[in-house]
């Protein structure tokens, strides 16, 4: 089967906890590979909200639905958050036979129960959303007459008075400014590493990084503003966070943060950030100081493009010494690494024989849907009688079916094997996008280590080991 997915965030910045577009896109890459389905396209709604369908990406995943057999999201509520919505795009994928799947609820399209439980789960959603933003919006108003905050820390560069009444902070703040100041001329990481040289520490004392930085210039609580709902109880974003006037004083003026808004924008449609596509990148970890590698990829003064891989917690921390690694020795020491022997496929005994026994009633359920429709055929019997009776065998059927999905576990030795055998054939000629989609299929993190550098002698090669795999599939 083909599968189209559709990952969506409502807002620019992208949280790295639960509804990021990455995570989203790991959980639905690593479902299709357990079902053994191919990945058509990739939806990427980016800033989009789900209050209506007037979406680009959904719109094109529409005009597309000839050309992929099912369509895959983290959560219903990435498809839509209105139950009209939900209830049209249900009904053209059913006319175009196209299959819904949602990776982290048990929602099939294919039964009346199924869409019957998708439109009381959608309708209680947005009952609560609605209720939430009547109560949100009462208490931001009692609040803000209060001239009090919703609760929570100080933000860096602010400090609550005796009323819990926010006060610029002026040795935190001092950094905020300087934050964006070089917003405009220095990257996110480039900022960050300047703190953490300068001994700066976030108010929970950890390390700058890029994603910290980013949060501060992106909050408009330095402008003046108050933000409520931008956080869940666990600390997850809302994505529906509301923002309304302060009375605290600001540490920059609304046109700076406004400015850094436009810088933000501008440099993702020009490409800034880049768009290029890393294989590893979220796989692998340092193993001298527990961080990610990212790639990246500069041109050599021959003109020849070099691609490399680089510890965060080098280059974005300055805590470690790791070297840059070649992408192409990464991928030659994968390769060579990557064995069928190692990998933990076989299916545990109670499982095998629990699936064993489902299979073989759901035979059984089968063969007599077949009896009632040759006895419908025949006459033997009415109608009533023939619906009454299939209906309970797809009852059953439908039960058995859910329950064959929680008993198994993602893995399937024949797949998983036949994976690794075709990207060690095959890995040189394939392409960076199903590289990506296989390595995040395969592993949720490969530790690296480099045992020799390389030291700019012609053909020499870094000598590296990758150890400790977690897979994804246990």
Known sequence: MKAALYPRVSTEEQSKEGYSLNAQLEKMRAYCFSQGWTIYKEYTEEGKSAKNMERPQLQSLLKDMDKFDVVIVYKLDRLSRNVSDINTLLNTFEKNKVAFKSVTEPYDTTTAQGKLLINIFASLAQFEREQLAERTHMGMNRKHEEGLRNGGRAPFGYQFDADRKLIINEQEAVWVRYMFDSFEVRGKNAIAKQLNEKGVRTRTGALWNKAAVDYVVTNPVYCGMLRWNYRTKRGNRTYEEVVVPGDHEPIVSKEVYEKIKATRKNRRHSGFKGHAIYPFTGIL?????????????????????????????????????????????????????????DVPVDLPEEEKQETAEIEKELKRIRNRMEVWKEMRADGDLTKQEFRTKMDAEQEKETAL????????????????????????????????????????????SITIECIKSHTGGAGERAVIELTDKEYAFI
């Open 401 to 444: 079916i859910q329950s064959l999905e929680d008993t198994r576990t993602s893995i399937d030795p024949v797949r998983i094997k036949m994976v690794i055998e075709t990207l060690k054939r095959f890995w040189p000629i394939t392409p960076l996008e199903e590289k990506k989609a296989s390595v995040k299929g395969l592993f949720k």
């Open 285 to 341: 970890k340092c193993a001298r100081c527990g961080n990610n590698l990212i790639g990246a990829k500069r041109k050599r003064s021959d003109g020849s493009l070099y691609r490399f891989y680089k510890c965060t917690g080098r280059f974005t921390y300055g805590i470690c010494d790791m070297p840059v690694i070649a992408e192409d020795t990464i991928e030659q020491e994968f390769v060579n690494d990557l064995s069928i022997e």
